[in-house]
Nanobody, 120 residues
């Protein structure tokens, strides 16, 4: 059974940093596309970053490019999101997600989320 467990969220002032982690159980992280998404109150969920190490591709939303870095440790089955230069508009619930197959980034599995709050 696939299970994703996020951690690392919290409250930080603008300009600060946080690192989110997502431990994945029952899943081959080295072969499949993984991603981070976020949802702020009253807004639609949006993609933040994706990584597909098997094909060597990472992608970022324009709003976080240059500030956030996605990475993964296959030995630890863990996905990370390093968030620097945080802004109040980064405040949201952050979710990690995993694709359902080896060949695309259609996300089938989701974690419960971790809250990030950035104050000005």
């Amino acid at each position: 059974q696939v299970r994703l467990v996020e951690s690392g969220g919290g409250s930080v002032q603008a300009g600060g940093s946080l690192r989110l982690s997502c431990v994945v159980f029952g899943y081959a992280v080295s072969r499949r596309c993984m991603g981070w998404f976020r949802q702020a109150p009253g807004k639609a969920r949006e993609g933040v970053a994706t990584i597909h190490t098997r094909v060597g591709v990472t992608n970022y939303a324009g709003s976080v490019k240059g500030r956030f870095t996605i990475s993964q440790d296959n030995a630890k089955a863990t996905l990370y999101l390093q968030m620097d230069s945080l802004k109040p508009e980064d405040t949201a619930m952050y979710y990690c997600a995993a694709a359902g197959s080896d060949y695309d980034c259609n996300f089938t599995y989701w974690g419960q989320g971790t809250q990030v709050t950035v104050s000005s």
